[in-house]
């Protein structure tokens, strides 16, 4: 599950998160299709002119954690031709996760069964390091003085490496009330661990449906949009916890040995026919 080294190439990393998938496609909320939503996702993927060479999903894979759910979404992702990696989110049941991916070796490099799912990986020049944060069956997350610690100790095993640290909660406020109210307790800790190793290029995050960036730990922590709905941008703290169809999307985190790692927001979904901004004779067209 890791996709070849190559240091002198661009590398090409999409980042999607917050699939909420139920079994046999029904609808969250009576209007969401979870399920088309996905699979027109993939397709904006493919159909993208650089496709990305390889995909990570940042939690939130199902809806309620059932082993059903999790097939159905095996069967979608059998779409991607690329190495594609699975965390889960406070949505995703741990156990049952390893059990339908089980050929998903890394998934038990440091623990099984309900264990936390950390683990690294290659990601060509990258190095990836998911950290899990979630709590069984509650819907906010929280950085543990032993999780923080193994953090540590991974991350100062390859200082050299440009690395991207994956959880499901973001480690910051974002001013959406109802989410920060569920959102990662004793960052602290987590921002203290980064702080110690720059080569630590992005901590990327789900669970907000939006594209939200800080500082935190002398680098950059960012969540990604949604596939299909997602969470109403309103920063009253008192605000009604809804949702809206805006338009979909996720992250491609670009890697380019001469400039570092830049990240896009990528809509999902058929927008037409790419239109030219000057014509035959190289004028603008006005």
Known sequence: MSASLNQAAPYLLAQITDLHIKA???????????????????????????????????????????EDEYRFLRDILARLPMPYWLMPGNHDHRATLRRVFADHDYLNMHGNGDA??????????LRLVSFDCTVPYKPHGRVLPEGAAWLDRTLAA??????????????????????????????????????RHPQV?????????????????????????????????????????????????????????????????????????????FDADGKLID
């Not at 609808?27 to 088309?36: E, N």
């Not at 569920?182 to 960052?187: A, I, K, R, V, Y």
């Open 24 to 66: 046999g496609g029904k609808l969250s909320y009576r209007m969401v299709d979870t399920a088309g939503a996905l699979h027109r996702c993939i397709d904006s993927l493919l159909a993208a002119p650089q496709r990305a060479d390889a995909v990570v999903i940042t939690g939130d894979l199902v809806d309620f954690g059932s």
């Open 116 to 125: 936390p799912v950390h683990f690294t990986a290659d990601a060509g020049p």
């Open 158 to 195: 390859q200082p050299g490496r440009p690395t991207l640290v994956m959880l499901h909660h973001p480690p910051f406020h974002t001013g959406i009330g109802h989410m920060d109210a569920q959102g990662l307790e004793n960052s602290d800790l987590l921002e203290a661990v980064i702080a």
């Open 201 to 277: 290029e992005r901590v990327i995050c789900g669970h907000l449906h939006r594209h939200i960036a800080r500082r935190f730990g002398g680098t950059i922590a960012m969540t990604a949009p949604g596939p299909a709905h997602q969470v109403a941008l309103d920063l009253d703290p008192d605000a009604a916890s809804r949702f809206r169809m805006e338009p979909p999307g996720y992250l491609l985190h670009w890697w380019h040995p001469l400039h570092g790692l830049v990240t896009h927001a990528a809509a999902s979904g058929d927008f037409g026919a790419l239109h030219p901004f």
